[in-house]
């Protein structure tokens, strides 16, 4: 077997093991498997992988560094894929991002939100899915370099992103705590969003997505409500180490 025989195989199996993980989960709380969209991460995976996926039945990838990103986005253009940005977002890359992105799951401030929407009116191009970042550990007065909003300023950013002219306010997404209240409990966390997220539906009933849940976690968000998980590792591989 060739090596990209061989990696095909790998990636078949990884993808599979995850369709039976969000299966399962999906018929533990009740839900139809085309609630969940798997998002695949494909950070510091070559855009032949990205291909493979494609050929295996993935139409959601998603990257967290603008440079690596464009780039791969650029050699795969002519594929049917949605691409999710997933990243911290600095507004010196807002314009690079718009270029390949669907959707920006990391909003997290006015300034950010205003960026975007110049961007995106400046480029004529389609409303661009916003999803607010919610950092829940910031509920306990912790928060570390990690980006998001806070919980009580969700209702504020929310209503930015819905008047800025250029995007669509799409959902909320988290990544489970790493301190706070908490911490090592994504179930918890994900429950937390969930009532936030019902928070947002009551102003924005149009703001239904619910992104949550990782390779380690994914079963948590599912039962919790999530609509989209994000998963690397369990489809990927270990990453390799960044030198």
Request: charged share 25%; aromatic share 6%; proline share 3%.
């Given at each position: 077997m060739s090596a990209p025989e061989r990696r095909r195989a790998e990636l078949a199996e990884g993808l599979a093991r995850v369709e039976r993980r969000i299966a399962r989960a999906c018929e533990a709380a009740g839900?139809?498997?085309?609630?969940?969209?798997?998002?695949?991460?494909?950070?510091?995976?070559?855009?032949?992988?990205?291909r493979t996926l494609v050929d295996l039945g993935v139409r959601d990838v998603a990257e967290n560094r603008d440079q690596e990103a464009s780039a791969k986005a650029a050699a795969c253009a002519d594929l049917p894929l949605t691409w999710h940005?997933?990243?911290?977002?600095?507004?010196?890359?807002?314009r690079s991002v718009l270029s390949y992105a669907d959707y920006v799951h990391s909003v997290d401030r006015?300034?950010?939100v205003s960026a975007l929407s110049s961007a995106v009116t400046s480029a004529g191009r389609a409303p661009l899915n916003c999803l607010l970042q919610v950092a829940l550990e910031k509920e306990s007065g912790l928060g570390g370099g990690r980006g998001g909003v806070a919980p009580d300023g969700v209702g504020e950013l929310a209503a930015a992103v819905a008047a800025a002219p250029g995007l669509r306010l799409a959902g909320l997404m988290t990544v489970a705590p790493l301190a706070g209240a908490y911490a090592g409990s994504p179930d918890a966390a994900f429950e937390r969003l969930a009532e936030i997220a019902r928070d947002l539906r009551a102003d924005h009933p149009a703001a239904n997505m619910v992104s949550a849940g990782m390779s380690a976690d994914l079963e948590d968000a599912v039962a919790a409500g999530a609509t989209h998980v994000r998963v690397g590792s369990a489809v990927l591989g270990v990453r390799p180490a960044l030198g």
């Open positions: 839900r139809a498997r085309e609630s969940v969209t798997l998002v695949v991460v494909t950070k510091t995976y070559p855009a032949d992988d990205v940005f997933v990243g911290q977002l600095q507004t010196n890359k807002v006015a300034k950010l």
